[in-house]
């Protein structure tokens, strides 16, 4: 258990301190409620681990040997953050509709472009993973644990979404909440771009 202390507390942090997933997670809480939310919570997480998994049987070792790949992936997950905060921004904001709902597979597909998702696989792999059990066994313990630590920290960002969503009762209210946290990923697109 004390070799993996270090693993779990990595996982901990990178799933807990803000990011493209929680900022996610935050609207769709606010918006959706957390029972509806679930499906998302458990597409990141599970993208999140195939991410890992396979950066700890080689993938990332791909990225480190060529730094393009990297930087074109990183642009790809830009952009795409850059829409999803244009589309929240401009959400429904009437009492009756609510953005569409992001779904286990978008948000499990979306973790291929999230940098810091590959952030996360790339230092799990290279740093935590426990080579002394194997390549295989190592990667799946790697990825399993990220899962486990990843889902409750996670899911606390959208039960904070659904504890905001009962002060957005009215249009006016939904629309500065819509336009924050559509601000907010567009900053963590830019920062993550550096």
């Known amino acids: 258990m004390n070799e993996l202390l270090p693993l779990l507390s990595y996982c901990a942090l990178m799933s807990g301190t803000p990011g493209p997933n929680n900022m996610m997670l935050v609207a769709s809480g606010a918006h959706h409620g957390y029972r509806r939310t679930v ?3 458990l597409g990141m997480v599970c993208g999140v681990a195939t ?18 790949l990297h930087a074109a992936l ?3 997950g830009t952009a795409y953050m850059l829409w999803l905060a244009w589309q929240l921004a401009g959400a429904p904001v009437a009492a009756d509709r609510a953005p569409e ?14 940098p810091k998702s590959w952030i996360r696989a790339v230092t799990v792999a290279s740093v935590f993973m426990p080579a002394e059990l194997g390549l295989l066994p190592g990667a799946l313990l790697a990825s399993g644990l990220g899962a486990v630590v990843g889902f409750p920290c996670i899911s606390m960002w959208a039960l904070f979404g659904t504890g905001i969503g009962r002060f957005l009762s009215s ?24």
Do not use: D, E, H, Y
């Open 39 to 41: 499906p998302a919570i």
């Open 51 to 68: 991410l890992t998994l396979a950066a700890c049987l080689g993938l990332g070792a791909l990225f480190l040997a060529w730094p393009p």
């Open 74 to 76: 990183k642009l790809a």
């Open 101 to 114: 709902r992001l779904g286990f597979v978008r948000a499990a597909a979306f973790q291929v472009v999230n």
């Open 171 to 194: 249009p006016g209210r939904r629309r500065v909440f819509n336009v924050i946290m559509a601000a907010s990923l567009v900053l963590l697109a830019l920062s993550l771009m550096r």
